[in-house]
Protein backbone atom coordinates (compact mmCIF):
# COMPACT_ATOMS: atom_id res chain seq x y z
CA UNK A 1 0.00 0.00 0.00
CA UNK A 2 1.45 3.45 -0.94
CA UNK A 3 0.21 6.67 0.31
CA UNK A 4 -0.47 8.92 -2.44
CA UNK A 5 -1.50 12.92 -3.76
CA UNK A 6 -3.37 13.47 -6.68
CA UNK A 7 -3.73 17.55 -7.79
CA UNK A 8 -5.88 17.73 -9.96
CA UNK A 9 -9.26 16.33 -10.20
CA UNK A 10 -9.92 16.44 -13.95
CA UNK A 11 -10.74 13.29 -15.73
CA UNK A 12 -7.43 11.89 -15.46
CA UNK A 13 -6.89 12.76 -12.22
CA UNK A 14 -10.17 11.22 -10.82
CA UNK A 15 -10.34 8.24 -12.84
CA UNK A 16 -5.99 7.19 -11.46
CA UNK A 17 -7.36 8.36 -8.40
CA UNK A 18 -10.14 6.22 -8.14
CA UNK A 19 -8.21 3.22 -9.42
CA UNK A 20 -5.51 3.85 -7.03
CA UNK A 21 -7.59 3.61 -4.43
CA UNK A 22 -9.50 0.74 -5.64
CA UNK A 23 -6.20 -1.39 -5.72
CA UNK A 24 -5.74 -0.69 -2.09
CA UNK A 25 -4.08 3.15 -1.70
CA UNK A 26 -4.35 5.52 0.42
CA UNK A 27 -5.04 8.59 -1.61
CA UNK A 28 -5.72 12.33 -0.76
CA UNK A 29 -7.23 14.23 -3.63
CA UNK A 30 -6.90 18.17 -4.29
CA UNK A 31 -8.50 20.69 -6.56
CA UNK A 32 -9.09 24.39 -6.38
CA UNK A 33 -12.39 24.50 -7.58
CA UNK A 34 -14.72 23.47 -4.40
CA UNK A 35 -17.99 22.14 -6.63
CA UNK A 36 -15.52 19.42 -7.97
CA UNK A 37 -14.04 18.54 -4.62
CA UNK A 38 -18.13 18.66 -3.37
CA UNK A 39 -18.61 16.22 -6.31
CA UNK A 40 -15.68 13.29 -5.82
CA UNK A 41 -15.56 14.09 -2.01
CA UNK A 42 -17.97 10.69 -1.51
CA UNK A 43 -15.64 8.71 -3.62
CA UNK A 44 -12.38 9.07 -1.31
CA UNK A 45 -11.70 9.43 2.19
CA UNK A 46 -9.45 12.52 1.82
CA UNK A 47 -10.38 15.08 -0.24
CA UNK A 48 -9.21 19.07 -0.42
CA UNK A 49 -9.79 22.42 -1.51
CA UNK A 50 -6.56 24.05 -2.08
CA UNK A 51 -4.32 26.10 -4.38
CA UNK A 52 -1.24 23.88 -4.96
CA UNK A 53 0.45 26.79 -6.83
CA UNK A 54 1.28 27.85 -3.22
CA UNK A 55 3.91 26.64 -1.49
CA UNK A 56 1.75 27.00 2.22
CA UNK A 57 -0.74 24.61 0.77
CA UNK A 58 1.17 22.28 -0.69
CA UNK A 59 3.53 21.83 2.61
CA UNK A 60 0.01 21.84 5.13
CA UNK A 61 -0.23 18.17 3.30
CA UNK A 62 2.79 17.20 4.69
CA UNK A 63 4.55 15.99 1.65
CA UNK A 64 7.24 13.47 3.35
CA UNK A 65 4.22 11.11 3.75
CA UNK A 66 3.45 10.71 0.11
CA UNK A 67 5.38 7.95 -1.78
CA UNK A 68 4.17 9.78 -4.83
CA UNK A 69 2.64 13.17 -6.01
CA UNK A 70 0.88 13.10 -9.42
CA UNK A 71 0.31 16.44 -11.20
CA UNK A 72 -2.64 15.96 -13.43
CA UNK A 73 -3.34 19.15 -14.67
CA UNK A 74 -1.93 18.90 -18.77
CA UNK A 75 -3.78 21.38 -20.06
CA UNK A 76 -2.56 24.40 -17.92
CA UNK A 77 0.84 24.33 -18.75
CA UNK A 78 2.03 27.22 -16.61
CA UNK A 79 0.00 26.09 -13.10
CA UNK A 80 1.24 22.50 -13.83
CA UNK A 81 5.30 23.99 -13.96
CA UNK A 82 4.84 25.98 -10.73
CA UNK A 83 2.73 22.99 -8.67
CA UNK A 84 5.91 21.08 -9.95
CA UNK A 85 8.51 23.32 -9.11
CA UNK A 86 7.04 23.87 -5.54
CA UNK A 87 6.64 20.02 -4.98
CA UNK A 88 10.54 19.68 -6.15
CA UNK A 89 11.62 22.31 -3.84
CA UNK A 90 9.38 21.09 -0.46
CA UNK A 91 11.18 17.39 -1.09
CA UNK A 92 8.37 15.49 -2.51
CA UNK A 93 9.61 12.22 -2.91
CA UNK A 94 8.59 11.71 -6.27
CA UNK A 95 6.49 13.52 -8.95
CA UNK A 96 4.66 11.90 -11.74
CA UNK A 97 3.25 15.36 -13.81
CA UNK A 98 0.34 14.73 -16.93
CA UNK A 99 1.53 16.49 -20.19
CA UNK A 100 -0.77 17.60 -22.71
CA UNK A 101 1.00 18.01 -25.28
CA UNK A 102 4.95 16.28 -26.46
CA UNK A 103 6.26 19.84 -26.29
CA UNK A 104 5.74 20.18 -22.78
CA UNK A 105 7.93 17.46 -21.52
CA UNK A 106 11.30 18.95 -21.26
CA UNK A 107 9.82 21.59 -19.07
CA UNK A 108 7.80 19.87 -16.87
CA UNK A 109 11.41 17.30 -16.47
CA UNK A 110 13.56 20.39 -15.93
CA UNK A 111 10.84 22.22 -13.42
CA UNK A 112 11.29 18.33 -11.41
CA UNK A 113 8.87 15.90 -12.40
CA UNK A 114 10.40 12.25 -12.13
CA UNK A 115 8.27 11.53 -15.27
CA UNK A 116 5.94 12.43 -17.16
CA UNK A 117 2.71 11.03 -18.94
CA UNK A 118 0.82 11.26 -21.93
CA UNK A 119 -2.18 9.58 -21.89
CA UNK A 120 -3.73 10.55 -24.98
CA UNK A 121 -0.58 9.69 -27.30
CA UNK A 122 -0.53 6.37 -24.82
CA UNK A 123 -3.98 5.37 -25.45
CA UNK A 124 -3.63 6.55 -29.43
CA UNK A 125 -1.14 4.37 -30.02
CA UNK A 126 -2.51 1.67 -28.17
CA UNK A 127 -5.87 1.58 -30.14
CA UNK A 128 -4.14 1.75 -33.60
CA UNK A 129 -1.90 -1.33 -32.83
CA UNK A 130 -4.87 -3.32 -31.77
CA UNK A 131 -7.22 -1.95 -34.43
CA UNK A 132 -4.14 -2.79 -37.29
CA UNK A 133 -3.46 -5.93 -36.20
CA UNK A 134 -5.60 -9.19 -36.34
CA UNK A 135 -7.61 -9.79 -32.81
CA UNK A 136 -5.26 -7.97 -30.64
CA UNK A 137 -6.70 -8.13 -27.11
CA UNK A 138 -4.11 -6.05 -25.36
CA UNK A 139 -1.26 -4.00 -26.24
CA UNK A 140 1.69 -2.69 -23.92
CA UNK A 141 4.57 -0.62 -25.73
CA UNK A 142 8.04 -1.50 -23.54
CA UNK A 143 10.24 0.51 -26.28
CA UNK A 144 10.70 1.55 -29.67
CA UNK A 145 11.13 -1.98 -30.44
CA UNK A 146 9.51 -4.32 -28.29
CA UNK A 147 6.25 -4.58 -26.95
CA UNK A 148 3.65 -7.12 -25.17
CA UNK A 149 0.52 -7.93 -26.84
CA UNK A 150 -2.43 -10.46 -25.72
CA UNK A 151 -3.45 -12.08 -28.83
CA UNK A 152 -5.26 -15.38 -29.44
CA UNK A 153 -3.18 -19.00 -29.91
CA UNK A 154 -2.41 -19.24 -33.76
CA UNK A 155 -4.28 -21.59 -35.28
CA UNK A 156 -1.22 -23.23 -36.72
CA UNK A 157 -0.14 -23.47 -32.49
CA UNK A 158 -3.05 -25.34 -31.58
CA UNK A 159 -2.38 -29.05 -30.52
CA UNK A 160 1.47 -28.31 -30.24
CA UNK A 161 3.44 -27.36 -26.85
CA UNK A 162 6.10 -24.60 -26.61
CA UNK A 163 9.22 -26.61 -26.96
CA UNK A 164 7.78 -28.22 -30.01
CA UNK A 165 7.18 -25.33 -31.69
CA UNK A 166 10.39 -23.59 -30.75
CA UNK A 167 8.65 -20.70 -29.81
CA UNK A 168 11.39 -18.23 -28.77
CA UNK A 169 13.77 -19.11 -31.69
CA UNK A 170 11.01 -19.84 -34.77
CA UNK A 171 8.99 -17.16 -33.78
CA UNK A 172 11.01 -14.36 -31.67
CA UNK A 173 8.92 -14.41 -28.57
CA UNK A 174 8.57 -15.03 -25.27
CA UNK A 175 4.94 -16.78 -23.58
CA UNK A 176 4.99 -14.84 -20.60
CA UNK A 177 1.49 -15.82 -20.19
CA UNK A 178 -1.55 -18.26 -21.34
CA UNK A 179 -4.88 -17.52 -20.63
CA UNK A 180 -7.31 -20.42 -20.16
CA UNK A 181 -11.01 -20.37 -19.58
CA UNK A 182 -10.27 -16.58 -18.52
CA UNK A 183 -8.06 -17.98 -15.79
CA UNK A 184 -4.58 -16.75 -16.44
CA UNK A 185 -1.73 -18.75 -16.13
CA UNK A 186 1.23 -16.98 -16.02
CA UNK A 187 5.03 -18.19 -16.92
CA UNK A 188 3.79 -21.76 -18.66
CA UNK A 189 6.11 -24.50 -18.56
CA UNK A 190 7.88 -25.42 -21.67
CA UNK A 191 5.13 -28.92 -22.56
CA UNK A 192 2.49 -26.79 -22.43
CA UNK A 193 -0.06 -27.80 -25.13
CA UNK A 194 -2.06 -24.69 -26.80
CA UNK A 195 -6.02 -25.31 -27.61
CA UNK A 196 -7.69 -23.45 -29.50
CA UNK A 197 -9.49 -20.45 -27.82
CA UNK A 198 -6.81 -19.80 -25.97
CA UNK A 199 -5.06 -16.17 -25.34
CA UNK A 200 -1.43 -15.85 -24.96
CA UNK A 201 0.34 -13.12 -23.83
CA UNK A 202 4.08 -12.69 -25.18
CA UNK A 203 6.75 -10.25 -25.25
CA UNK A 204 8.50 -9.65 -28.75
CA UNK A 205 9.70 -7.24 -30.73
CA UNK A 206 7.17 -5.32 -32.68
CA UNK A 207 8.09 -6.25 -36.14
CA UNK A 208 7.74 -9.59 -35.28
CA UNK A 209 4.63 -9.54 -33.44
CA UNK A 210 3.09 -7.50 -36.10
CA UNK A 211 3.88 -10.86 -38.85
CA UNK A 212 2.93 -13.24 -36.32
CA UNK A 213 -0.58 -11.24 -35.39
CA UNK A 214 -1.24 -10.74 -39.20
Not at 15 to 39: C, F, P, Q, W, Y
Not at 119 to 134: F, G, L, S, T, Y
Not at 142 to 157: G, N, R
Request: charged share 25%; aromatic share 8%.
Amino acid sequence: MKSILVIGMGRFGYHLARKLTELGNEVMVVDSDADRINEVAPFFADAQIADCTRAAALRSFGLDGFDICYVAIGDDLATCLEITYQLKALGAKRIVAKIGSEHHEKFLLQAGADEVVYPEKEMAVKIAVRHDAKNVFDYIELTDKFAIYEVPVPAAWVGKSITALNVRRKYKVNVLAVTVDGELIPMPGPDHVFRAGERITVLGESDEMSRLTR
